[in-house]
Structures are given as structure tokens and as C-alpha cells.
């Protein structure tokens, strides 16, 4: 059918600021998770991923965090800047059922200067 | 270096009609995924290569959707008798090797059109 009138959840933040994404997930036995930025256009840019023995892992100005006990996933930037405005994605995968990815709904991020 | 590349860019395809849509991975990767992503909308799985294993067709939505992959290289979509839903972005992606959710790294996409 079709998807007229969805609307992604949107984040407004400031040059500058810190950004929090969030993201449930929905398979408990999921045990690797990605969060992806995708700018208009483009496909998905891999930002960074965690795998379920570990709560939090931390990039260049991101840092994931799982919370395995309420299957729920964020991603935090440091210092926002105008170049992150995009859709942010997460995605989750079961090892034993091979690479698929299971992904939300996303999020958009806008960056106000 | 090169990255995933898809062609073509653009479609619009009449309803009814069959359309190809094509991916090229990283050289050297022996995994490629199809996803399907509609419109204000999170990707679908489609489908999964990976070296010579047998496709995980799961996520194939109908009949009509099939996919090949071709000396383990440049792979095929193909839609039959397209219909209007089949409106969307179509994103393939390939990564270095399963076990595991090694990552993935997508093409631009082909944004289809059913009129």
C-alpha cells in the first residue's frame, strides 16, 4: 500500500550542541547493531557499530550505547555541526541468520547554524 | 577507490512492464544485499548473496521480484509486470565477507518509478 502522510521523527539541534538519537529494536536475540547516516540522495554511510557484549563504544565525536534489558539503542554526536544534518538509521542483525539487516524508521537530524 | 555502483539512476517504467536493475560491488567482496527503501521509510531486506551459498530470498515480497548474481560478482534485479507499490528506492550493498554483520557499504540507489 502506499506511505502517504508518514513522517520520519525529527531532531532540531544547534551548531554546537550534543545530539541524541534513539532507537528501539525489536529482536532480542539481535546480537550486532550499525547506526548509518543517509544524506539526501545517497545511500547509507556506515557511522559506527556495537555488538552485543559491549554497552558502549565510542568513534570520532560519536558514541554508541545498547541497553540490551530494554532492547534500546542510541547514538550521541559531540559538538554538532551543519555537515551531520541527515536521516540517521538503526539497524540491527542475528549473527546465526547470516548479514541481513534489519532496519528502523530513522531519524532526521537538522543542524541549525 | 571505487564503491558500490548501481545503474540506472533513474527509472520510470510503465505498469506492467519488466525493468533490470543492476549493481556492481566492491571488487573483491563476496557478500551483496538488495534492500528496498519507500518513501519517508527505514530499508527492507530483499535479498542476500553471499559467495556460493544459496540466495537468502526471505525478504523477496513477490513472486515477480527475482535477483542473480553472476560469477560472484555484478548482480541483477529484476522486477516482472511491475506495479505501482513498486515505487522506490532500491539500494544494494556489499561487504567482505560474512560471519558476522562485517559492515556494509551501499550504492547510490535506483529510484524507481511506476507510472
Known amino acids: 500500500g502506499e506511505n502517504v502522510g508518514l513522517h520520519l521523527p525529527t531532531l532540531s539541534v544547534q551548531e554546537g550542541d550534543n545530539s541524541i538519537i534513539n532507537c528501539a529494536y525489536s529482536n532480542s536475540a539481535s546480537d550486532y547493531f550499525i547506526w548509518y547516516k543517509q544524506e539526501s540522495g545517497k545511500g547509507p554511510q556506515f557511522i559506527i557499530d556495537?555488538?552485543?557484549?559491549?554497552d558502549k563504544r565510542q568513534g570520532q565525536r560519536v558514541t554508541v550505547l545498547l541497553n540490551k534489558t530494554v532492547k534500546h539503542l542510541s547514538l550521541q554526536i559531540a559538538a554538532t555541526q551543519p555537515g551531520d544534518s541527515a536521516v540517521y538509521f538503526c539497524?540491527?542483525?542475528?549473527?546465526?541468520?547470516?548479514?541481513?539487516?534489519?532496519f528502523g524508521q530513522g531519524t532526521e537530524l537538522s543542524v541549525k547554524p | 577507490g571505487a564503491g558500490v555502483s548501481q545503474s540506472p539512476s533513474n527509472k520510470v517504467t510503465e505498469k506492467g512492464k519488466d525493468v533490470e536493475l543492476r549493481c556492481d560491488p566492491i571488487s573483491g567482496h563476496t557478500a551483496l544485499y538488495w534492500y528496498r527503501q519507500s518513501l519517508g521509510q527505514g530499508l527492507e531486506f530483499l535479498i542476500y548473496?553471499?559467495?556460493?551459498?544459496?540466495?537468502?530470498k526471505s525478504g523477496l515480497p513477490s513472486d515477480r521480484f527475482s535477483a542473480e548474481r553472476t560469477g560472484g560478482s555484478v548482480s541483477t534485479l529484476t522486477i516482472q509486470r511491475t506495479q505501482q507499490e513498486d515505487s522506490a528506492v532500491y539500494l544494494c550493498?556489499?561487504?567482505?565477507?560474512?560471519?558476522?554483520?562485517?559492515?556494509?557499504?551501499f550504492g547510490p540507489g535506483t529510484r524507481l518509478t511506476v507510472t
Open positions: 556495537i555488538r552485543s557484549n559491549m
Open positions: 550493498a556489499s561487504s567482505a565477507g560474512y560471519p558476522e554483520g562485517d559492515e556494509q557499504y
Open positions: 548473496f553471499q559467495g556460493n551459498s544459496a540466495p537468502d
Open positions: 539497524a540491527e542483525n542475528v549473527s546465526n541468520q547470516g548479514g541481513k539487516l534489519i
